[in-house]
Nanobody
Framework: QVQLVESGGGQVEAGGSLRLSCSASGRTFSIYGMGWFRQAPGKERDFVAWISWSGGRTHYSDSVKGRFTISRDNAKNTVYLQMNSLKPEDTAVYYC?????????????????????WGQGTQVTVSS
C-alpha cells in the first residue's frame, strides 16, 4: 500500500500562484503513475493532470493547460503541481492519486477509477 500526503494548499488572489506537493510513502516501488484531481463544492471530482513515473510523460485538462505544470521527483517519491495564473474557478479540494498497476498500453489516465490510492486532499481557494 502507498500512503499519499498532499500539502501546499491555501488561499490566493486571482492571478497568483501556488505549488502543491504530494509525498508518497510505503510500497513506492509500485508507483506507475500519479495524477492530480480536484473537486469543487457540489461538483464531481475532475481530472487536472497526470504524469507517468518512468518516462515523465504528462497530460493536462484543457481548463489548466498552459497554467499548471505537473512534475515529479522520483528520488523523493513526490509529485508537484505548480499552479500559475490562478482563477476563482480553480477553487477546489485538490487530490493526488497513484496507480500501483502497470498501464495497459497507456502512460496515464484521466479517469479517477484507474488510480488505486488517494491522498486526503488540500484546499485551494482563489479569490477574485
Amino acid at each position: 500500500q502507498v500512503q499519499l500526503v498532499e500539502s501546499g494548499g491555501g488561499q490566493v488572489e486571482a492571478g497568483g500562484s501556488l505549488r502543491l506537493s504530494c509525498s508518497a510513502s510505503g510500497r513506492t516501488f509500485s508507483i506507475y503513475g500519479m495524477g492530480w484531481f480536484r473537486q469543487a463544492p457540489g461538483k464531481e471530482r475532475d481530472f487536472v493532470a497526470w504524469i507517468s513515473w518512468s518516462g515523465g510523460r504528462t497530460h493536462y485538462s484543457d481548463s489548466v493547460k498552459g497554467r499548471f505544470t505537473i512534475s515529479r521527483d522520483n528520488a523523493k517519491n513526490t509529485v508537484y503541481l505548480q499552479m500559475n495564473s490562478l482563477k476563482p474557478e480553480d477553487t477546489a479540494v485538490y487530490y493526488c492519486a497513484q496507480r500501483n498497476r502497470p498501464w495497459d498500453g497507456a502512460s496515464g489516465s484521466m479517469a479517477s477509477g484507474e488510480y488505486d490510492n488517494w491522498g486526503q486532499g488540500t484546499q485551494v481557494t482563489v479569490s477574485s
